[in-house]
């Protein structure tokens, strides 16, 4: 697996096409920031987040001995990497600041989202995402209905989305895990809130 690093907002510049991949997971309702001293000691107690691994602008995590059972891998033969000391990405968990707006987070796998209205495609997403960043509470008009609404409610399937606090789960293949139902379940008693996942290459 190759090293994992900063996501990079939709605006940024490139970067090589060699990221494995993260899991993000963000409240449902992206105005929301839950307490994440009292999120992360849930998620410890649980076993999701291990040890901390004592970054200074983020908070960052092995994961912990219940990883696995909070997570639904594809396949039979599950191989994680969460050793830190070795060459190359390792499987880890971070929690990035709290951002003063919801913010789009994205990947070079993310597609066009869809109108959930007609399905239209806004096929020039990338040209509104600076206009996005600068003014948080603009509307995009659907191009094909002409209906109105904010960015974060169109459809962004599972490969980017809105928020304003991101839980990371590194290198995660998209689709090769999904967050379990106890998972959830957990994150929703932490938080008070609804919760949903997506996944996002660099």
Known sequence: MTAGVAPRSAASAPVAAS???????????????????????????????????????????????GFLSLMTFAGCAVRIQSDPDRQGGFCHIRVLPAREHPSLLVGRNTRAPRCVGCRARLVDWREHTAHWASHPHAGVTCPQCGETRPPWLWDWKEQGGFGRLFILVEEIFPSEATPAPALFDLLIRASGTGWRHFYVQD
């Open 19 to 65: 990221h494995t991949g993260r899991l993000v997971l963000t409240p449902a309702d992206p105005h929301v920031i839950p307490q994440v001293g009292l999120l992360i000691e849930m998620l410890a107690d649980k076993g999701f987040v291990g040890e901390s691994l004592g970054t200074s602008e983020e908070q960052a995590y092995r994961i912990g001995p």
